[in-house]
Antibody
Framework: EVQLVESGGGLVQPGGSLRLSCAAS????????MTWVRQAPGKGLEWVSA????????YYADSVKGRFTISRDNSNNTVYLEMNSLRAGDTALYFC?????????WGQGILVTVSS | QSVLTQPPSASGTPGQSVTISCSGS????????VNWYQQFPGTAPKLLIK???QRPPGVPERFSASKTGTSASLAISGLQSEDEADYYC???????????FGTGTKVTVL
């Protein structure tokens, strides 16, 4: 069974940093791209970032480019999202998902709140 | 800001059919596959339709989708109370070099 479990969220002040992790199990992690999608409270889905199976290719939404970094550790079946210079507008539930276009399995999400 | 436009809401009575539109452009729907996701409040999205019109295993046949030019649509026939959810279209956009989601449509079963 495919499982994706996000962790690392919480409350952070504007300008601060946070690193999200997504632990994957139940599939051959290294052959799948991985994606992060977020959803602000009461709002729609927003694609954030994606990374290829090898980790060599990364993609970012314009809204996070230069502030967020996606990476992966295929030996530990984990994908990360390093978030810097956080803003109030980054407050959202962050989902980790397997593959891209389409993403066929999703984690339950982790809440990130940016507030002073 | 979403580049794929959906109606904010759609509704129908049990047994009726509902269609949700998704309007994009040449850089996304016009040149790439469209996927549809279903999301219930407080839960993760679920892949409903992939590759324009394919249902993943376990998705009921009453869900169907199509694409023409720079627009796509999702149809729910024989509407059931458990279909009450938010629905999102999504596609790769080559100008943005990233995925884009639709604005989302809330389906209500009256």
């Amino acid at each position: 069974e495919v499982q994706l479990v996000e962790s690392g969220g919480g409350l952070v002040q504007p300008g601060g940093s946070l690193r999200l992790s997504c632990a994957a199990s139940g599939f051959t992690f290294r052959i799948y791209a991985m994606t992060w999608v977020r959803q602000a409270p009461g709002k729609g889905l927003e694609w954030v970032s994606a990374i290829s199976g090898t980790g060599f290719t990364t993609y970012y939404a314009d809204s996070v480019k230069g502030r967020f970094t996606i990476s992966r550790d295929n030996s530990n079946n984990t994908v990360y999202l390093e978030m810097n210079s956080l803003r109030a507008g980054d407050t959202a539930l962050y989902f980790c998902a397997r593959d891209r276009n389409p993403s066929d399995h999703w984690g339950q999400g982790i809440l990130v709140t940016v507030s002073s | 800001q979403s580049v794929l436009t959906q109606p904010p809401s759609a509704s129908g009575t049990p047994g009726q059919s509902v269609t949700i539109s998704c309007s994009g452009s040449a850089s996304n729907i016009g040149s790439n596959i469209v996927n549809w996701y279903q999301q219930f409040p407080g839960t993760a999205p679920k892949l409903l339709i992939k590759n324009d019109d394919q249902r993943p295993p376990g998705v009921p046949e009453r869900f169907s989708a199509s694409k023409t030019g720079t627009s796509a649509s999702l149809a729910i026939s024989g509407l059931q109370s458990e279909d009450e959810a938010d629905y999102y279209c999504a596609a790769w956009d080559y100008r943005l070099n990233g995925d884009v989601f639709g604005t989302g449509t809330k389906v209500t079963v009256l």
